[in-house]
């Protein structure tokens, strides 16, 4: 295990404590679980990838573990944070980072094969009290021509149990606003809000808040079946939503001419 790794693990259990103390995203929810969001950005050539995913789950005493999977490039950087911000861009828009600077607990840098491939792993400390902890991770990629681009977002929630039970989120996504007629984050780029990258059914309760006024906003499944309607004089919403494997949840504005403005969001997993 190299040294960023290391520091990382050790800042954990420092992690855990202080957001005891503080109130952070701390949740006694006892299931280890990874979750994929939003979508990968930045200078990605048409039809490419940049795809990162968790493995092994997060279990308290055992060893985490994330893939990522970027063809073309050559050096990938993963951050770890105990937070997110809305979308911010370092270098240039459309490339995105969505982890929180000031939370940042390292990064871990993360050498890619011929083929783009990579992984990395994580001790977890077997200390219980790191159960219900909220991490969020995500990758930049270097290309040899200079190309840099950004993973998608995966949390990571540390638990006791892998599969049952259930995983509770305690970041607020957003705030974001929506522009008339647009699927989160663009129509160009469409980014889910919820990935289901299993392949079994999972029950996910997204918990929004939004402004007055505006259009109507929907969660809608990748083939664009309704699954919720958020009406403009709802501004607060919850609803849990039954996702089958490998399916995807988008969140969008129908209105043409109005836009959604201060939208956020959590989520749990069961």
């Known amino acids: 295990m190299n040294a960023e790794a290391n520091t990382v693990r050790s800042l954990l259990r420092t992690t855990c404590l202080v957001g005891l103390a503080i109130g952070s995203a701390v949740a006694q929810d006892a299931r280890a679980a990874h979750e994929p969001m939003f979508g990968a950005s930045g200078g990605i050539p048409p ?4 795809r990162l995913d968790g493995g ?9 573990s994330w893939g990522l999977m970027a063809p073309g490039f050559t050096f990938g950087i993963t951050g770890i944070s105990t937070n997110v911000w809305p979308a911010w861009h370092p270098f240039a828009d459309p490339l995105a980072l ?6 940042l607990l390292g990064t871990m840098p993360l050498p890619l094969s011929p083929l783009g491939l990579g992984s990395m792993t994580l001790p977890i400390p077997p200390d219980p009290a790191l159960t219900g902890l909220d991490l969020a991770l995500q990758a930049l990629v270097l290309a040899p021509t200079g190309q840099v681009a950004a993973s998608n977002l995966v949390v990571t929630n540390i638990g006791v149990t892998a599969g049952t039970g259930e995983a509770v989120f305690g970041f607020d996504f957003g705030p974001y606003s929506i522009p008339p007629a647009t699927t989160w984050p663009s129509n160009q780029a469409p980014g889910p ?3 289901n990258a299993s392949p079994v059914p999972k029950n996910y309760t997204v918990s929004m808040t939004r402004a007055p006024g505006g259009g109507a906003l929907v969660i809608k499944d990748q083939a664009g079946v309704v699954k919720a309607t958020i009406q403009p004089n709802q501004t607060s919403f ?8 490998t399916g ?3 969140l969008a504005n129908t209105s043409g001419n109005a836009p959604v403005n201060n939208v956020t969001w959590d989520l749990r997993v069961n």
């Open 98 to 103: 969505y982890l929180d600077p000031l939370a």
């Open 193 to 195: 809000i919820v990935e």
């Open 238 to 245: 919850s609803m849990t939503i039954p996702v089958p494997g």
């Open 47 to 50: 039809g490419g990838v940049v």
């Open 56 to 64: 092994m789950p997060p279990i308290v005493g055992g060893t985490a």
């Open 248 to 250: 995807k949840l988008f």
